[in-house]
């Protein structure tokens, strides 16, 4: 069984962890993005603008968005035996060394001791736009097979996703290292969601090529982005992402560089920013289609963000799920049971 050791929050908490990828190679931040048209918008400017099909999209979604380490994390339901937080974030977030191996595992979240507060938050349930001080306590879940050779900042998209829960402890941030205690699951997860779109009958769905998408994370630029940023654009199709992939290669953008996956993956027609890696990506319904994971920023080339396809993860989640001991399946379905 694989463990996150208590040494590595505490390296995290001492500032030993890196600056992760987290969805652009660039690590210099622009000092005044919103003077670019081209980058994401501020969620509070969104919320104050004129959009209303906008504004009531986002507020439909961004309470979904959390904080995780140097990225983000989307919660994608609450549809389990203990209306918990299933999030998902990408492995790049959380860094590949956290995991002691490559293989595919799941913990045991009732008896490991694995969670932490630090770096993890979610929207206050009030629906207030301001993070605060409060932290929650996070719990890594499942995270699956991952290729020997990949590293933070060329893992594929295909790969670049784990699972985790959010539940209802919480702390004011300081700078201890604190650890939640085991899970806890006699308490619904008490988050901002309006219109209850973790607990629909279809939290997820697949992209529809043409449509418009929503991307929503926390860029590290904190002076800029302090509650977090918003792009929006077409969802392109797979002939069209695969014409893309050429034109990064023509202007030299790394991306252009890594094979679409039509199977695992999507491109919104938007730019993001570091930090925004593991937000989530939805449709106008609000339902969940993916989770940012890298982005283009060489400048003259497209602008586009990758997107792990929901879809794709919940299957990968079912086939891990199918190939446990009954023992093991047991364990961990009370976690994921609404979304298998």
């Given at each position: 069984?694989?463990?996150?050791?208590?040494?590595?929050?505490?390296?995290?908490?001492?500032?030993?962890?890196?600056?992760?990828?987290?969805?652009?190679?660039?690590?210099?931040?622009?000092?005044?993005?919103?003077?670019?048209?081209?980058?994401?918008?501020?969620?509070?400017?969104?919320?104050?603008?004129?959009?209303?099909?906008?504004?009531?999209?986002?507020?439909?979604?961004?309470?979904?968005?959390?904080?995780?380490?140097?990225?983000?994390?989307?919660?994608?339901?609450?549809?389990?035996?203990?209306?918990?937080?299933?999030?998902?974030?990408?492995?790049?977030?959380?860094?590949?060394?956290?995991?002691?191996?490559?293989?595919?595992?799941?913990?045991?979240?009732?008896?490991?001791?694995?969670?932490?507060?630090?770096?993890?938050?979610?929207?206050?349930?009030?629906?207030?736009?301001?993070?605060?001080?409060?932290?929650?306590?996070?719990?890594?879940?499942?995270?699956?097979?991952?290729?020997?050779s990949a590293t933070d900042t060329t893992i594929f998209p295909a790969e670049d996703f784990f699972l985790g829960i959010v539940d209802n402890q919480k702390i004011m941030s300081d700078l201890l290292a604190h650890s939640p205690e085991l899970v806890q699951t006699d308490v619904p997860l008490q988050m901002y969601d309006p219109d209850n779109r973790t607990k629909a009958d279809q939290t997820w769905n697949v992209p529809n090529a043409g449509e418009k998408a929503i991307v929503v994370g926390y860029p590290q630029d904190v002076v800029n982005y302090p509650n977090g940023g918003v792009a929006y654009g077409n969802?392109?199709?797979?002939?069209?992402?695969?014409?893309?992939?050429?034109?990064?290669?023509?202007?030299?953008?790394?991306?252009?560089?890594?094979?679409?996956?039509?199977?695992?993956?999507?491109?919104?027609?938007?730019?993001?920013?570091?930090?925004?890696?593991?937000?989530?990506?939805?449709?106008?319904?609000?339902?969940?289609?993916?989770?940012?994971?890298?982005?283009?920023?060489?400048?003259?080339?497209?602008?586009?963000?990758?997107?792990?396809?929901?879809?794709?993860?919940?299957?990968?989640?079912?086939?891990?799920?199918?190939?446990?001991?009954?023992?093991?399946?047991?364990?961990?379905?009370?976690?994921?049971?609404?979304?298998?």
């Amino acid at each position: 069984m694989v463990i996150l050791t208590k040494l590595l929050k505490h390296l995290f908490v001492a500032g030993v962890v890196i600056f992760f990828y987290a969805c652009s190679k660039d690590d210099n931040v622009n000092p005044s993005p919103n003077n670019n048209p081209e980058n994401p918008s501020k969620i509070e400017d969104v919320l104050n603008g004129n959009d209303r099909e906008l504004i009531d999209l986002l507020n439909k979604v961004r309470g979904s968005i959390g904080k995780r380490n140097y990225g983000s994390k989307t919660i994608w339901s609450r549809k389990n035996d203990y209306g918990l937080g299933l999030y998902i974030s990408a492995n790049h977030v959380i860094g590949l060394s956290s995991w002691s191996s490559n293989n595919a595992a799941y913990f045991d979240i009732t008896s490991e001791d694995n969670g932490i507060f630090t770096s993890s938050q979610i929207p206050p349930s009030s629906g207030k736009v301001d993070l605060g001080d409060t932290l929650i306590a996070d719990f890594p879940l499942i995270h699956f097979d991952i290729s020997s050779s990949a590293t933070d900042t060329t893992i594929f998209p295909a790969e670049d996703f784990f699972l985790g829960i959010v539940d209802n402890q919480k702390i004011m941030s300081d700078l201890l290292a604190h650890s939640p205690e085991l899970v806890q699951t006699d308490v619904p997860l008490q988050m901002y969601d309006p219109d209850n779109r973790t607990k629909a009958d279809q939290t997820w769905n697949v992209p529809n090529a043409g449509e418009k998408a929503i991307v929503v994370g926390y860029p590290q630029d904190v002076v800029n982005y302090p509650n977090g940023g918003v792009a929006y654009g077409n969802i392109l199709s797979n002939s069209e992402a695969e014409a893309v992939i050429k034109e990064l290669q023509a202007a030299g953008d790394s991306e252009g560089d890594i094979p679409y996956n039509e199977d695992a993956e999507f491109f919104v027609e938007a730019r993001s920013l570091a930090g925004m890696s593991g937000g989530g990506t939805f449709n106008s319904k609000g339902q969940l289609l993916g989770i940012a994971v890298r982005g283009s920023d060489t400048a003259n080339a497209p602008k586009i963000i990758r997107i792990v396809r929901a879809s794709y993860i919940r299957s990968k989640m079912i086939g891990f799920y199918n190939g446990l001991s009954q023992t093991d399946k047991d364990k961990l379905r009370p976690f994921i049971s609404g979304e298998i």
